[in-house]
């Protein structure tokens, strides 16, 4: 149901909790209003299920919360004794049917009655005002949302008579704003229930009118500029009931892709501002911390690893992730420690190695404009590969690059052979025996290969690349100085 509101998870994910969220949803509690616990009594008509699951939206997952056994009428209860935290509540089948949604909140015990295959047309509820006006809603939004799909369809198939064209598309425009009033007039009439903040929390901030330069053209940037200072107006971030609806997640993931700029001190910044906000609420401010650690714990782009490593110091190490066990938190300060030392802009860590005449040589004294840093086995399939590629772009570059070899190997013989065997005249060095260091500990190499650029002074400018992305990246960072680290 909630699809009005925006895209639902599937279902499937309410049997396939990930553990770290059985670790942030525990402890959970409310304010208990009238009866102690909850008791929600359903029938719904046409199913077939013997066992219905009730589950709950969290972030971006769902999670089951109960389970009943439903009779021949289709008759169901779902009865705990402790309050359920409010929020969206799923009924669902046991073959991935979700029959449909509804509101938890103040009122734990009431009952509804509903058929297939349309649950939503049909339903009733007794002692749930706050369901009866969500589906109210609901209703009402198909009902003008059927109305402009028809429309949009009419229109395509429309050729190109402009007068007819103009003509839906003002219906369609019509069809809009009565969404719009009757949301708001919703709003106005049921402040206090959780369907209106729900209907809040979707709306779309306004931009305002576009002001005019000095030059005469429109100001380009002030619609996004508006769009990102208020996109946080009609979201009240302090309310953890829309922790348990879609519209949280979504909205933080929006946030944070599209609205804010994608460099890494950047991002600190308004993760620091926006979990700020959210200080009061001890729910939401976990679920904020935990979102934003994982999220640049395990992104894919090059040097976010440095939001992770700015998470973990300022809201773990520091002891403010109340909810994290001491050996979660042990894990996470070694994993932040291990990432610190090779973040983009660091001096890389020095490495004295010995070359294949026995002799050894320094990483920080090897000169050159870039420096590729490359660490790999010489009977790695994939190190094959990318040697192989690197050493022809090597030979071909003019960019004033060298490369630092470093085979794992613990063969020498071995080594020397793949060396002399694939003509690789930059500077190779094993990692067996070093004056510095483990390796291993000082790049946090845990697979091979694994490849850093430094510049002239020995500073990470980039880590992890392909041989064949260097080119580009390369070309790119000569270009622009502004990615260029001033030493």
């Not at 200072?229 to 953890?240: I, K, S």
Request: glycine share 4%; with cysteine.
């Amino acid at each position: 149901m909630l699809k009005h509101f925006c895209k639902t998870v599937e279902l499937r994910s309410v049997f396939t909790a990930i553990a770290v969220f059985i670790i942030i949803i525990s402890g959970l509690a409310q304010k208990n209003a009238g009866k102690a616990g909850y008791k929600i009594k359903g029938e719904i008509s046409g199913i077939t299920d013997t066992v219905c699951y009730l589950a709950h939206y969290y972030g971006d997952k769902t999670y089951m919360t109960d389970t009943a056994r439903a009779d021949s009428k289709g008759r169901i209860v779902f009865e705990g004794d402790s309050v359920l935290p409010g929020g969206i509540y799923i009924v669902a089948g046991q073959k991935n049917n979700k029959y449909l949604e509804i509101i938890v909140d103040k009122d734990q015990h009431f009952s509804f009655r509903a058929a297939l295959p349309d649950v939503s047309e049909n339903i009733t509820f007794e002692d749930s005002p706050e369901n009866t006006l969500f589906f109210e809603f609901i209703n009402e939004n198909m009902r003008i949302r059927k109305q402009i799909e028809q429309f949009k369809a009419d229109k395509a198939q429309m050729k190109a008579n402009q007068d007819s064209l103009a003509i839906i598309s003002r219906k369609i425009d019509l069809l809009d704003q009565e969404i719009e009033k009757y949301q708001d007039n919703l709003i106005e009439s049921h402040p206090g229930s959780f369907v209106s903040v729900m209907i809040r929390a979707t709306k779309e901030p306004e931009t305002g009118k576009i002001p005019v330069l000095e030059n005469g053209r429109q100001d380009s940037a002030f619609a996004f500029r508006q769009y990102k200072q208020h996109y946080w107006d009609n979201f009240d971030l302090t309310d953890e009931r829309l922790l348990r609806t879609p519209l949280f997640h979504k909205r933080l993931d929006k946030y944070f892709k599209d609205l804010v700029y994608q460099r890494p001190d950047s991002i600190n910044h308004e993760a620091d501002l926006l979990i700020g906000k959210v200080r009061s609420n001890p729910e939401v401010f976990k679920y904020l911390v935990w979102f934003l650690t994982y999220k640049y714990e395990t992104s894919k782009i090059m040097g976010f690893d440095e939001i992770f490593v700015h998470m973990v110091d300022s809201y773990y190490a520091s002891g403010e992730a109340y909810w994290t066990d001491t050996s979660t938190l042990k894990t996470l300060v070694k994993r932040a420690d291990a990432l610190r030392p090779i973040l983009i802009g660091k001096k890389a860590p020095e490495l004295i190695l010995f070359d294949t005449s026995g002799s050894f040589l320094s990483l920080h004294h090897t000169p050159a404009k870039f420096l590729v840093l490359i660490f790999y086995e010489s009977d790695c399939s994939h190190c094959k590969k990318e040697i192989k590629e690197l050493n022809d772009w090597y030979k071909e570059t003019e960019t004033g690059t060298q490369v630092f070899a470093v085979c794992t190997d613990t063969s020498l013989v071995k080594w020397k052979k793949f060396v002399l065997e694939n003509d690789l005249k930059w500077v190779n060095v094993n990692g067996t025996r070093s004056i510095t260091r483990d390796y291993h500990d000082l790049y946090d190499i845990s697979m091979t290969p694994t490849m850093f650029v430094l510049d002239e002074n020995k500073y990470i400018i980039a880590k992890r690349l392909k041989a064949e992305q260097l080119k580009s990246f390369l070309t790119n960072y000569i270009n622009n100085p502004n990615l260029q680290i001033k030493d």
